[in-house]
Nanobody, 128 residues
Framework: QVQLAESGGGSVQAGGSLRLSCAVS?????????????MAWFRQAPGNEREFVAAIGGRGGSTYYADFVKGRFTISRDNAKNTVNLQMRTLEPEDTAVYYC????????????????WGQGTQVTVST
């Protein structure tokens, strides 16, 4: 009923930039839509657990970032277009992973279990 679709992944050299986007469609059984969701980005590399990257509140006024971001990434949302974005700059090889978009009705959090809706993921590869 609620669908998330990521796009914008690809291969870049270290120091480069990528902009990921997530399109959200549909509604919950109670009728809630995109503006009611707290949104987040997670990532997962082969052999590793899924880890938190960034989150943004429903109105876009509150943002949260993992320590490894170090000011390089910016999360934003456009409630008129039902999209959430992740602008990534100064990418490092350690950023290589599949990046997932997630939505929550509980609130922004670092735990993956907080988020009830997930996209299929988009691959980001950073080479030296």
């Amino acid at each position: 009923q609620v669908q998330l679709a990521e796009s914008g992944g690809g291969s870049v050299q270290a120091g480069g930039s990528l902009r990921l986007s997530c399109a959200v469609s549909g509604r919950t059984r109670s009728g809630r839509t995109f503006s009611s969701f707290d949104m987040a980005w997670f990532r997962q590399a082969p052999g590793n657990e899924r880890e938190f990257v960034a989150a943004i509140g429903g109105r876009g006024g509150s943002t949260y970032y993992a320590d490894f971001v170090k000011g390089r990434f910016t999360i934003s949302r456009d409630n008129a277009k039902n999209t959430v974005n992740l602008q990534m700059r100064t990418l490092e090889p350690e950023d290589t992973a599949v990046y997932y978009c997630a939505a929550s009705l509980i609130g922004p959090a670092v735990a993956a279990g907080t988020y009830g809706y997930w996209g299929q993921g988009t691959q980001v590869t950073v080479s030296t």
